[in-house]
């Protein structure tokens, strides 16, 4: 079983700065692709970035590209998620997830529960003036 703990949320300005990490346990993660989707009150699922089991891959969100950063540390079983100039519209619970797949190099930007087989309990992101 993979256990999955985010932190790194917070309340931040607008065009302000935050890092959420995503923390792993139970099992190695080098086995999976990472994503990161966020839920906003009363919004659907938005899924955000992903990056391959290996690391050699990412994908991002049009309404984040060139905003976020997506990364690994398979040694330390870390994801991290830097993100800048943020809007407010970037706020919500960010989730990372797990998702099993064979091709150790490529990843999809997912948010359906039926995409990704572990998922973190969320950290809260408010960009608020």
């Known amino acids: 079983q993979l256990q999955l703990v985010e932190s790194g949320g917070g309340l931040v300005q607008p065009g302000g700065s935050l890092r959420l990490s995503c923390a792993a346990s139970g099992s190695s993660l080098g086995s999976y692709a990472i994503g990161w989707f966020r839920q906003a009150p009363g919004k659907e699922r938005e899924g955000v970035s992903c990056i391959s089991a290996t690391g050699s891959a990412t994908n991002y969100a049009d309404f984040v590209k060139g905003r976020f950063t997506i990364s690994r540390d398979n040694v330390k079983n870390m994801v991290y998620l830097q993100m800048n100039s943020l809007k407010f519209e970037d706020t919500g619970i960010y989730y990372c997830?797990?998702?099993?797949?064979?091709?150790?190099?490529?990843?999809?930007?997912?948010?359906?529960?039926?995409?990704?087989?572990?998922r973190g309990q969320g950290t809260q992101v408010t960009v608020s003036s």
């Open positions: 997830v797990a998702i099993w797949t064979p091709y150790k190099d490529a990843c999809t930007v997912v948010s359906d529960p039926g995409r990704y087989s572990y």
